[in-house]
């Protein structure tokens, strides 16, 4: 289905592009544009910011495609075969999906672009054998395991305070469970990384800081995942942890500090999958839209479920999902009274967070 509205919107055709422009839009931020020649655009593209947008197999005027890379845009060639393994068997590593240096080349940015071809008989049923392939293997991986959530806005740089909190969060939890994020980039990769050094938290400072050098995935994935990589080299042998991320969301690359990685072609798929395996609970640090979007979406889960299925939600940041974001009053009314009441905490430090999840409560 094409997307002509909210946070992911394909165009397709020079007038959709001049039209959209045309109707006011000043950032591209999710947009992808698909098979455009944009050679004589260069005005217009330089007028409106470009990160976070997806070209892909775009033609471009002399210079601009290194105009759009800079601003933070990912630029892909189009991929006609599907470069993934329909039938796999078990989940995948970093070193998989960056299979080689060049972020352009790799698995990862192969099957994304293949993601967003046209759709046709078999590219859905490519897609529907894979992500079936996902589950039965990440089903397999998790059995014996007990895995703990945390869920924040992907926006947080490595060098923000707030991807630091993450860190030291994931840390904290990793020490008795298995960590679980989306995968991704921000508070997700932060929370990877201290499940990765969970066993020398004394040495995460140092990573925090190497991570700094290169604080955003834009305007280079290469770079930010090399960066990665060395801290990887630097600290090895760490403890396990997982990430569900998805190709829906290809522009924001997947982070190398889980170990285990379920990355699914559907986006609902990998929501409510990345729900379901955190049987020991899961820690919502500040965040936004969809942030907001996995609290309730856990609720209701809770909130139909028995006692002995109810898995603890702790929301970190008293006045954020109070005043900012007020979240908390209504998960609040919704739990009254229910099974799920006791095991639903507002609490104000990452601390308080993780003392809630290692007692169990």
């Given amino acids: 289905m094409k997307r002509s509205r909210g946070r992911v919107v394909h165009v397709e055709t020079l007038a959709e592009l001049d039209r959209r422009l045309a109707a006011g839009?000043?950032?591209l931020r999710g947009w992808r544009v698909r098979g455009v020649d944009l050679s004589e655009r260069h005005d217009e593209l330089t007028r409106v910011r470009l990160a976070g947008a997806t070209f892909l197999g775009c033609t471009f005027a002399t210079g601009d495609e290194a105009m759009v890379r800079a601003?933070?845009?990912?630029?892909?060639?189009?991929?006609?075969?599907?470069?993934?393994?329909?039938?796999?068997?078990?989940?995948?590593?970093?070193?998989?999906?960056?299979?080689?240096?060049?972020?352009?080349?790799?698995?990862?940015?192969r099957a994304y672009a293949w993601s967003q071809r046209p759709s046709t008989q078999d590219k859905a049923l490519a897609r529907a054998l894979h992500d079936h392939a996902i589950d039965v293997a990440l089903e397999s991986w998790i059995e014996g395991r007990h895995l703990v959530g945390v869920m924040g806005r992907h926006t947080a740089d490595r060098d923000d305070p707030a991807f630091a909190e993450a860190a030291h969060l994931g840390a904290a939890l990793g020490a008795g469970h298995?960590?679980?994020?989306?995968?991704?980039?921000?508070?997700?990769?932060?929370?990877?990384?201290?499940a990765w050094l969970a066993e020398r938290p004394d040495a995460l400072d140092e990573a925090l800081?190497?991570?700094?050098?290169?604080?955003?995935?834009?305007?280079s994935v290469g770079a930010w995942v090399a960066r990665a990589f060395d801290v990887l080299d630097r600290f090895a042998d760490g403890v396990e942890s997982l990430g569900i991320p998805t190709w829906h969301y290809g522009h924001e690359p997947p982070n190398v500090f889980a170990t285990a990685i379920a990355k699914y072609f559907r986006n609902s798929t990998r929501e409510a999958t990345l729900l379901e395996v955190c049987d020991a609970g899961i820690v919502f640090l500040p965040g936004a839209g969809g942030t907001v979007q996995e609290v309730f979406q856990d609720a209701c889960e809770n909130y139909y479920a028995d006692e002995s299925s109810i898995a603890p939600m702790v929301l970190v940041g008293v006045r954020y999902w109070t005043e900012e974001l007020p979240a908390w009053p209504l998960l609040n009314s919704l739990a009254r009274g229910r099974p799920m009441e006791r095991h639903v905490h507002l609490v104000d430090s990452?601390?308080?967070?993780?003392?809630?999840?290692?007692s169990g409560t």
């Fill in 25 to 27: 839009a000043t950032t």
């Fill in 71 to 109: 601003s933070g845009a990912l630029v892909l060639p189009a991929t006609l075969e599907a470069p993934v393994d329909t039938a796999r068997t078990v989940l995948y590593t970093p070193e998989e999906l960056y299979d080689v240096p060049e972020y352009a080349a790799s698995l990862d940015a």
């Fill in 178 to 194: 298995v960590v679980a994020t989306g995968g991704g980039p921000g508070a997700m990769e932060a929370a990877n990384l201290g």
């Fill in 209 to 219: 800081a190497v991570l700094a050098a290169v604080p955003s995935y834009r305007p």
């Fill in 350 to 358: 990452w601390q308080d967070a993780a003392n809630l999840i290692v």
